[in-house]
Every structure is written in structure tokens, then in C-alpha cells.
């Protein structure tokens, strides 16, 4: 396996209490795979791939351990992962502008990440310009500033940044979000590209959008209220997902070629529990059409057919 996840749980701090952002959380993903993260707005989907990288000083980690090619990561202490972050794991945050220094050029910008990892600029910027053409840029970018790019063209310019010392893991986070539909589907080409050429190794991709996944993603985990809900092939998710979130949120995507007169989109009834105070058991029952007694206790997170995870007591 090239990523183990093992029961991770991050908490946030709050004045009210801890928010269990993440609890409990167990996956693997394999070398060349990419994994992508699905849920709503809450479930802890971010969390999870800040949590990798340790970039969030508001997380508290409760437990957990994540190995990376066989080598533990030093999750829990913020310098320790000074020395493995955009070398063994990198992420592409949810905005590009975030990641920019508005008073640099691009050029410049990115010679002064690669100086403060011990890299020589000059030496790589042949390479710089090669990844920068391979995002379909123009070279001459690199001498322009942050606010004279397009917000896509900002986005692959942080996918160039976040991958230019091969990352075994890259983290994209909901970078399709502020994008329009043919820059997004650039985006999502150029991730599978990076994979292809060998540029990073294995990917998570964190997006609320199914359609984006269904595209890039070999496989999708389903998170809900900070639990996995179902990890399967991503043809098996769209297709025959087995957990009720994961139906409901199926269900809900407009189909194409189906017209709003002859059926009408349904939403998932009810709202996420709060995770200041979560409820006993299943998270999901409150809003879900099966449960039962059964669901007031934690079902675990299993394999019910080959490489097919489900958290339900409903699923055999």
C-alpha cells in the first residue's frame, strides 16, 4: 500500500468544546491510485487532507497514525513534517490565491519555495518551464504577478507548485470548485496526467462534485459527519453504491437527458448532526429511511465484497 490511514481522529478547538471533525477514520490507498473524497459541506473531507499535511494549527490531533510508502508520518507535530511536506506529500489548496504571494511574480515565487527546501532554482527552471507548458501555460507566465492570471490559470499554476519535487501523495482540494465547466474539465485531465507521467504517485481528490470524480477518480470514499461511509471503485459508486448517504446523494445529481418536468431532483431530508455533541451509534440514522434500534450503535466500517467498505448495519 502506498498510503494506511489507522483511526484517525482530529479534533477542533472551539470555546464551546471540540468539534470531532474527524472520528476514527481507517483507509488505504494503493500505489498509482487515485482516491477521490466525497460528501457534503461539513463532513470532514478537508479536514482529512489538511490533516495529512498538518497545515491547520487550530487541529488538535486526538490519534490515529498514517504510513506513507512504508514510512510513518509525524502527523502529530507540525515541524516534524517540515521535511516530508512537497517532497513526500503536497496539497493543492481549495483556493489558488491562498497558496500566492501577491507581491512576487510567479517566477520568483516559486524560486523562493524551492531555495527554502534546499533546492536550486536556477538549476530546475528548465523543468519549471516544461511543467508549466505541460499545464497548457505559457512560459511566460513566470514573469507575470498573481492578479494578471485567470482563476484557472492561477489553479495550474499551484497543481505546477505543489508537484514540483514529486510528491508520492498529492492532495487536490476542491480545486474544480470556482472554476467554469471546460476549465474543469482541464483541470481534472491534467491531475490524471500527473499520475501518468509519474509526477506524483498517488492522489486524493477532495470535491463535493460527483461528476468531477466520476471522471478522475479510480476509486470514491463517501464521508458523512466525520466517519467514512463507503469506499468503493468508482464505477461501483455511481453505479450500485450500497449505504443509504451514498444513494441519496446519488440520487439527487441531475441525470443528463432528464428533463426537471418529468423528475423532479430530491435532496437528502434532514441537516448533519453537530459534532460538537455528535449522536450514539450511526451518525446517519436521523435522516436515514432504514434505520432502526439496531443503528443507536456504531456500525463498523467493512469489507462486504471484494475492495467494497460500507459502514451500515443495513448492508451484508
Not at 31 to 41: K, N, R
Not at 228 to 245: F, M, Q
Not at 291 to 300: F, N, S, W, Y
Request: with cysteine; glycine share 6%; aromatic share 6%.
Amino acid at each position: 500500500m502506498s498510503l494506511q490511514v489507522n483511526d484517525l481522529r482530529v479534533y477542533y478547538r472551539t470555546l464551546a468544546g471540540d468539534v470531532r471533525a474527524l472520528d476514527g477514520v481507517t483507509f488505504s490507498i494503493a500505489e498509482g491510485e487515485i482516491m477521490g473524497l466525497a460528501g457534503e459541506s461539513g463532513c470532514g473531507k478537508s479536514t482529512l487532507g489538511k490533516a495529512l499535511t498538518h497545515f491547520d494549527s487550530r487541529m488538535r490531533y486526538v490519534g490515529g497514525d498514517v504510513v506513507l510508502d512504508d514510512e510513518p508520518l509525524p502527523i502529530m507535530d507540525s515541524d516534524a513534517m517540515d521535511e516530508f511536506r512537497f517532497w513526500s506529500v503536497s496539497i493543492i489548496p481549495q483556493y489558488a490565491m491562498s497558496a500566492m504571494n501577491p507581491t512576487r511574480k510567479i517566477g520568483k515565487m516559486i524560486a523562493d519555495l524551492l531555495e527554502s527546501r534546499g533546492e536550486d532554482a536556477a538549476a530546475m527552471r528548465p523543468e519549471i518551464e516544461r511543467r508549466i507548458e505541460l499545464v497548457g501555460l505559457q512560459r511566460d507566465v513566470l514573469d507575470r504577478y498573481p492578479i494578471e492570471l485567470s482563476g484557472g490559470m492561477k489553479q495550474r499554476v499551484v497543481m505546477v507548485i505543489a508537484t514540483l519535487l514529486n510528491p508520492s501523495l498529492l492532495i487536490a482540494d476542491e480545486i474544480t470548485s470556482a472554476l467554469d465547466v471546460s476549465t474543469q474539465k482541464a483541470v481534472a485531465e491534467t491531475l490524471i496526467e500527473f499520475r501518468d507521467r509519474q509526477l506524483v504517485r498517488t492522489m486524493i481528490v477532495i470535491t463535493h462534485d460527483m461528476s468531477i470524480l466520476a471522471q478522475v477518480a479510480d476509486t470514491i470514499t463517501v464521508m458523512y459527519a466525520g466517519k467514512l461511509a463507503e469506499k468503493a471503485a468508482t464505477d461501483v459508486i455511481i453505479g450500485a453504491p450500497k449505504h443509504p448517504y451514498t444513494r441519496l446523494l446519488i440520487s439527487s445529481l441531475p441525470e443528463v437527458g432528464v428533463r426537471y418536468a418529468d423528475k423532479r431532483l430530491t435532496g437528502i431530508p434532514g441537516n448533519p448532526p453537530q459534532l460538537l455533541d455528535p449522536p450514539l451509534g450511526c451518525r446517519f440514522q436521523a435522516r436515514c429511511p432504514l434505520a432502526d434500534a439496531q443503528c443507536r450503535e456504531e456500525p463498523p466500517f467493512v469489507e462486504v465484497e471484494p475492495a467494497h467498505f460500507v459502514a451500515c448495519w443495513k448492508v451484508s
